[in-house]
Every structure is written in C-alpha cells, then in structure tokens.
C-alpha cells in the first residue's frame, strides 16, 4: 500500500464494516419480522419494529450509531490527511477508532453490558480529540 494513503485505509475498514452491520441488520431483522407478522407498511412507522425481539433492535441500533459520532471520524480524517504532515500516531489513533468502533458494535449487538458499551465508546471519543487536537497543534504550530 501506498504509505501516503495510509491515514485513508481506516476510512475504507469503517465503512466496510458498517456495511456488515447493515447486512447483520436486515438477515437477523428481516425472518423477525415475518414471525412478529409485521406487514410490510406497519413498518413504515419505526415504534411498530418495538415488538421486535431485543437482539434484532440492538444490531439496527448499532447500525444507527454508526452512521452518527463515526461522521466526525470521516471528517476528520480526511482533515488530517490533507491539511497535516502524515504521521503514524495519526494512521495509528484512526485505526484504534475503528478498531474500538469494531468493538462497540459486537458489544451492543450481543451482550449489550451498558458500562463496558460506555467505556469503549469513552475510549473512541478521546482517540478522536487526541486526533483533532494533533491537527490544531499542527496548524498553530
């Protein structure tokens, strides 16, 4: 791989692994659905997918944080790859997001322990500050 393009990669892992959630999301939603007896329009109003069993809830609802906080990942990823030096702390920091975000997602869509959820979320968050921060030291600097 190209080492300049390093910084990118992460992009490309997190996406492809939304789409494996996606993917878990409607194989597991989809047979829930036929046994609840869900016609196809109730399921225009999603307070009528509650009835779903927790399990097939908790991978849409991870599927849903993935196309939230990980927005701000992409942004600023690609901020640090065209505004700052490439550094292997930075290729570093945007894998240990994904990785975490790995994590996070077969966390809430098994178990679902809330503090453990919490705290891997936590950990993301800060890779993500330590990363911005990094690109603020590095325009002011």
Do not use: C
Request: proline share 5%; net charge positive.
């Amino acid at each position: 791989m190209n080492a300049s393009h390093a910084l990118l990669t992460p992009i490309l892992a997190l996406v492809l692994w939304s789409l494996v959630v996606w993917l878990w999301m409607y194989v597991t939603r989809i047979p829930a659905i036929q046994k609840a007896g869900i016609a196809p329009d109730q399921a225009r109003e999603p307070s009528s997918l509650d009835a779903l069993p927790l399990k097939v809830r908790q991978v849409a609802y991870n599927y849903n944080h993935l196309m939230e906080q990980p927005t701000i990942f992409y942004a600023l990823v690609l901020y640090t790859y065209l505004a700052t030096p490439q550094s292997e702390l930075s290729v570093g920091l945007a894998w240990v997001y994904v990785g975490l975000r790995v994590v996070h997602s077969l966390v809430q869509a098994t178990t679902n322990v809330i503090l453990l959820r919490f705290s891997i979320h936590v950990l993301g968050t800060l890779a993500l500050f330590v990363l911005a921060l990094r690109d603020v030291l590095a325009i002011a600097g």
